[in-house]
């Protein structure tokens, strides 16, 4: 179950302007898998909000729609746009009805959530320090640390933590997991308490945190210092409670181990070949694909020799080289 997160009433007392309306719609929209917002939508928006999130970057030009809905005719339905390849700047498109009808090459335009952009917009608009990365591709950046209280916590980026391949994807970044005190951010829904179990991430939502200040995009940093000194104190606790939690020193998936076969079959190389490879053996190679499960540093090793990051490899991707 996931939870939806606003602070329109909020937003309402400080005065804040209808672009708010407008962000909260990219925010939902920027939930869906595989999103586009058509320019029929925005136009509907008042043309400075449009304005603004545009200027800032918070969404791009993805590829143009390929069918829309005729409405001409007065029995709306689904139309595939025609592109004449002696004239592909003039589209149309046929009716049943009315025949051919031409369509303003700006209708056929689209629209995508920027999260590039946004994870830059929102580590300029905190201040972060630190270094910043994408974790895993279009889904997961780091965008900073903040010090707190002779500790500090760091803000994670996230996209789609509510499909169903959301928190198990979070559960394989390692610099995720690596994290003295992180608070992740994600567009508009976050997981219920029941799905994350004992996980101690803190998350919260852009619909929550973020707003137009100026033609600007603002963060109230209250609410992330908040959730990040909470997760500061959790850590703390842990610690002088108990051991200090330690990665596991084996790792591995089933996707690791089908993706390391398929390397090996695709450059022809034997146990022995691909072990020493990593400067391994053989038998490190049969273990691992009887168990699932390697030594972290001899894990890293091989992801390294396969053109791979640990995670990548755990994901059970190939270099683009070696994808058949």
């Known amino acids: 179950m996931c939870q939806s997160t606003s602070r329109s009433g909020a937003a309402s007392r400080n005065g804040r302007s209808k672009v708010s309306e407008a962000l909260d719609l990219v925010w939902r929209r920027a939930d869906v898998q595989g999103h586009v917002i058509s320019q029929a939508e ?67 335009h689209q629209w995508e959530v920027d999260f590039d952009g946004l994870a830059a917009l929102i580590r300029k608009a905190l201040g972060l320090g630190g270094k910043a990365s994408m974790l895993t591709p279009s889904r997961i950046w780091l965008l900073g640390r903040q010090q707190h209280a002779g500790g500090f916590w760091e803000l994670f980026l996230v996209r789609g933590i509510c499909w169903p391949d959301g928190v198990g994807l979070l559960d394989q970044c390692l610099r995720l997991q690596q994290s003295p005190a992180p608070v992740l951010l994600a567009p508009r829904r976050v997981p219920s308490a029941e799905i994350l179990g004992k996980r101690s991430w803190a998350i919260r939502s852009l619909s929550e945190v973020a707003s137009i200040d100026e033609s600007k995009l603002a963060m109230d940093d209250q609410v992330l210092i908040a959730a990040g000194a909470t997760v500061l104190l959790g850590a703390s606790s842990s610690r002088s409670g108990s051991t200090a939690k330690r990665l596991p020193r084996s790792i591995g998936t089933p996707e690791a181990v089908a993706a390391a076969i398929k390397y090996m079959e695709s450059k022809g190389l034997t146990e022995t070949q691909f072990g020493n490879q990593f400067q391994s053996t053989d038998r490190t ?27 990548e490899l755990l994901r059970g991707e190939l270099a683009k080289s070696d994808r058949r």
């Open 42 to 108: 925005l136009a509907v928006w008042p043309s400075g909000d449009r304005e603004t999130i545009i200027d800032l970057g918070l969404i791009r030009r993805t590829t143009d729609a390929t069918a829309l809905i005729c409405e001409d005719c007065g029995e709306p339905h689904s139309a595939e746009i025609v592109r004449d390849a002696r004239r592909p700047e003039l589209p149309y498109y046929l009716c049943p009805r009315i025949g051919r009808v031409p369509v303003a090459e700006e209708a056929t």
């Open 285 to 311: 190679v049969r273990s691992f694909r009887k168990s699932g499960k390697m030594r972290r540093s001899t894990f890293e090793a091989m992801a390294k020799s396969m053109g791979l990051t640990i995670e």
